[in-house]
């Protein structure tokens, strides 16, 4: 892949879109980016947030809560409720 062509958001893993969103708002914090820049990079930082929430909402779904009786034995699963 090209140095200045950046990847596509949707094949980006957690750790990639949350570190490439932190840099995007470090620079638009900063204030030093070109208004059509940061228009871009505030688009671009969005998708990535996107992304985050995406992928975070797979890994909710596939958490699981394991279920006790009352003296401690496990009993099964559940859905977690994160909510």
């Known amino acids: 892949m090209a140095e200045n062509v950046p990847a596509d958001v949707n094949t980006l893993s957690f750790e ?10 470090k620079r638009l914090e900063d204030g030093k980016v070109a208004l059509e820049e940061s ?6 930082g969005e998708a990535l947030k996107r ?13 699981e809560k394991i279920t006790t009786d009352a ?13």
Request: aromatic share 2%; net charge negative.
């Open 39 to 44: 228009v871009a990079i505030y688009e671009r």
């Open 71 to 83: 003296s401690g034995h496990v009993t099964g699963t559940e859905p977690l409720d994160v909510r």
């Open 51 to 63: 992304r985050c929430e995406e992928l975070l909402r797979r890994a909710e779904a596939r958490v």
């Open 16 to 25: 990639l879109a949350i570190e490439e969103l932190e840099t995007i708002v």
